[in-house]
């Protein structure tokens, strides 16, 4: 279960390209061998029943992940985006004692108590045609023990770590494969990092089990992005929106670039109808919108090229199950929108060292509650209309901020948007708004309010104030903070604050 496959190819394809990174090439024959090495390099070196992998994207991840699970150890990926009192949290909580990076790496974890495994200063091993790809004996995982504890990149606090076991990595893989139709001969292009579910599910353990061929990027770039997709003709890519609006502002690019692929997926955040437009009508690419989270595994729902609706997330994976719930736990029928349960062998075994936070989104009958809120159509769509938490109680309406959001992104001038809720003391909240205009465009802020209200938007909804700001605060992995979202704090400067 997950490392079978790796290792199968190695004995059946050896000579078949696996991956190519920025260091070179790598058959899956020299990719078992690595894993296989690094696995009896990381079994000597530690007791320890996890090991951190601080790694870039590319076949240095991937060995040091296969490694580890070849060692028997639980693989705690470490995001080298977040902050050092972030990554000294993740050290901390996982009780990692060592980890797998490079040297230039390395200095994230000066002030941390740990053995490195330096993959840099290790003897290669041997990869040529006597070398053994067999899989080692009593390596293969137990479907319910703990192969990954994955750091969710702490939109709203410090990283909580997410037990994932070999049984949900595995039907998580299985499902999107059969889902989206993948086959041996796509070529993949990894553009998000592998220390993201998205990342290492649709990126990493989907392809290998397929056998295919993966082009990792160390760390995305437009045009890096574009010259790989040219030059490698890859078939299937994901990304996040921002990195498809990163594209598209491309001025090089062009429809024939985008020639050879079967699929772009979108994901880890909204995926706004401006743009999804913007990018068919200039590459004639669909953008298939998809739905996922680190605590199942990754794919819950998904468009394919087969069956989309614009707008929606796709219909649920193979084994998901979904229910809409009220704030009473009660199911919801029909269209009508609440918060998004779902069931499934992907859903998490729970949040490590946080019972009762655990004991909060997983009920007693397999569900866990991911605080979306949304609904699903008559023909099994799912859309999605917010965040639960997110949601703005004005004079004890609900507003969800992706209906305004959706608004103003489809202004000509507007480039990226936020909506959040901010405390009034005469209707509770009131709506405000956050925007980043696109290079040469210009607009004011009651030129923005006037375009909501020319497009139906009731007073209630209307924003109270719109802000121009040179950018919105990101995570590591690219979400909006809405928690950071702070107006300027003088008037004056609306039109070029940065938040």
Not at 190 to 196: D, E, K
Not at 246 to 275: C, H, N, V
């Amino acid at each position: 279960m997950l490392i079978e496959p790796l290792f199968a190819h190695a004995k059946t394809k050896p000579d078949a390209l696996a991956i190519i990174d920025d260091t070179g090439r790598y058959t899956y024959r020299q990719l078992a061998a690595m894993a296989a090495g690094l696995g009896r390099v990381i079994a000597a070196a530690t007791k320890n029943p996890r090991i951190g992998v601080l790694l870039p994207s590319g076949a240095g991840f991937v060995a040091g992940f296969y490694g580890a699970l070849v060692a028997g150890k639980t693989v705690v990926p470490l995001n080298f985006l977040l902050s050092e009192r972030e990554i000294a949290h993740c050290v901390t909580d996982s009780g990692i004692d060592t980890v797998v990076t490079i040297s230039m790496l390395a200095a994230r974890l000066q002030n941390a108590p740990l053995k490195i495994i330096d993959l840099a200063k290790l003897q290669p091993p041997p990869t040529g045609a006597g070398s053994t790809n067999a899989l080692p004996t009593g390596a293969a995982g137990a479907p319910d023990a703990i192969a990954v504890l994955m750091y969710t990149s702490g939109t709203s606090g410090l990283p909580k770590g997410v037990l994932l076991s070999y049984a949900n990595l595995q039907s998580d893989a299985d499902a999107a494969i059969a889902h989206m139709d993948l086959q041996r001969g796509h070529k993949f292009l990894g553009i998000v990092p592998l220390f993201h579910a998205f990342g290492m599910v649709a990126m990493m353990l989907a392809p290998i089990q397929l056998g295919a061929t993966i082009v990792y990027i160390a760390r995305f770039s437009p045009v890096g992005t574009l010259v790989a997709i040219r030059g490698h003709g890859i078939s299937l890519l994901g990304g996040l929106p921002s990195m498809y609006a990163a594209l598209l502002r491309l001025k090089e690019a062009s429809s024939t670039d985008f020639q050879t692929l079967y699929a772009a997926i979108s994901g880890a955040e909204p995926l706004s109808g401006t743009l999804r437009d913007a990018f068919a009508a200039r590459f004639g690419v669909t953008l298939l919108d998809a739905y996922g989270m680190t605590e199942t595994s990754l794919a819950v729902a998904a468009n394919t090229p087969r069956i989309n609706k614009p707008g929606s997330v796709g219909k649920p994976v193979p084994g998901v199950e979904i229910r809409i719930a009220d704030d009473a736990g009660n199911t919801l029928a029909g269209d009508e929108s609440g918060e998004i349960w779902v069931k499934g062998p992907m859903v998490m075994r729970g949040y490590h060292n946080l019972p009762h936070e655990t004991d909060a989104v997983l009920t007693p009958d397999g569900y866990f509650k991911t605080g979306d809120v949304g609904h699903v159509d008559a023909d099994g769509f799912l859309y999605l209309t917010g965040r639960k938490k997110d949601l703005i109680i004005v004079a004890g309406e609900k507003v969800a901020p992706r209906e305004i959001e959706e608004i103003l992104a489809a202004h000509p001038a507007v480039a990226e948007v936020a909506v959040i809720g901010r405390k009034d003391p005469s209707r509770g909240e009131a709506v405000v708004g956050f925007v980043t205009l696109r290079e040469g465009g210009s607009a004011t802020e009651e030129e923005l309010r006037r375009f909501c209200r020319e497009r139906g938007l009731p007073a209630w909804k209307l924003p109270r104030n719109i802000y121009i700001v040179a950018e919105l605060a990101r995570s590591p992995t690219g979400k909006v903070l809405k928690r950071e979202l702070v107006p300027p704090t003088a008037p004056g400067d609306a039109e070029t604050a940065s938040v």
